[in-house]
């Protein structure tokens, strides 16, 4: 018996959300895992998706969401549930066996660690546990291992105040290199592999955006999207931790990842760079002057 089709979205966010939108419009059939029946599924119903309520750490609302479900993406938020939900997901889909593929969103920081490396965050040693359960699962896996998005607020909301302010982005990365990706081209990809999944069965694609850049030449990328001057303020790890990300009021597990991402960006770990979204897409990452000219009005206010 073939296949089904109907890809089952387990992750709304930026991703998810957009992976959604370019299925539809292939006309591929799409069920949306949410944990509210609210105003935001009310839309995506809208779109033409099927949704359903359920939690991922939870078999018996994750058992239902898979029936007759032939394609899935996994896609947490930054959450100490991670490995948790993924071994929920995966052991439902064993036992239900109807999966001909299943895309897990991780992190390309996993392709430089170890059983034993410690120098990571909490919620990038889950995402490395996480490949490796998938894995032995025998699951039909695709992992996707996108490098820092632009969509973060380091790149976002952090950057826009302080364009706005004095004409900087005042981040603690030193002269590390990083070359941050939109999460439209991340779902490009995922959207292209769920829309029909055997070419690329047991592959880990590392997604990154055109080139690295170090602070200083982001900056000028900024410059030139907005038409005015940005300069690279470094600032002290410890400061800005204590000064900025300390007071996002953020949950622990989130304020440990993003200030180990930063502290990795200042040891160069983001100095990574693949065309595997031109290969798997045939269209390019998109730069970060043309992410930042698309959203000038929110960066100039």
């Not at 058992?63 to 995966?90: K, N």
């Not at 897990?104 to 660690?113: A, E, N």
């Not at 080139?211 to 303020?233: H, I, Q």
């Amino acid at each position: 018996m073939a296949a089904s089709n109907l890809v089952l979205i387990a992750g709304v966010g930026d991703v998810g959300r957009s992976v959604l939108d370019q299925l539809r419009a292939w006309d591929v059939p799409v069920r949306a895992m949410v944990h509210h029946d609210d105003d935001r599924a009310a839309e995506l119903r809208t779109l033409g998706a099927e949704v359903v309520v359920g939690d991922l750490t939870r078999p018996e609302t994750v058992a239902p969401a898979l029936e007759g479900v032939g394609r899935m993406y996994f896609g947490m938020p930054v959450s100490p549930d991670q490995l948790l939900a993924a071994t929920v997901v995966a052991t439902v889909a064993r036992e239900q066996g109807e999966l001909a593929c299943l895309v897990d969103m991780s992190q390309m920081t996993v392709s430089q660690m170890t059983a034993t490396s410690t120098a990571e965050s909490h919620q990038q040693r889950l995402h490395w546990l996480t490949e490796q359960m998938l894995n032995w699962s025998a699951l039909p896996v695709v992992h996707i291992r996108p490098t820092t998005f632009l969509n973060n607020p380091l790149f976002t909301t952090l950057a826009a105040r302080s364009i706005r302010e004095n004409g900087t982005i005042a981040l603690p990365f030193g002269a590390g290199r990083t070359s941050p990706i939109a999460a439209d081209d991340v779902a490009r990809v995922v959207a292209t592999v769920l829309r029909d999944p055997a070419p690329h069965i047991g592959y880990v694609y590392e997604l990154t955006g055109p080139r690295t850049v170090d602070m200083t030449e982001m900056a000028e990328e900024f410059s030139r999207a907005l038409g005015r001057p940005v300069s690279y303020v470094d600032v002290p790890l410890d400061r800005w931790r204590a000064e900025v990300l300390a007071k996002a009021g953020l949950p622990p597990h989130t304020e440990q990842h993003i200030a180990t991402m930063a502290r990795l960006h200042r040891e160069n770990r983001y100095d990574r760079a693949s065309d595997d979204v031109e290969r798997v897409t045939d269209v390019p990452a998109q730069t970060i002057e043309a992410f930042v000219a698309a959203r000038r009005d929110f960066y100039l206010g």
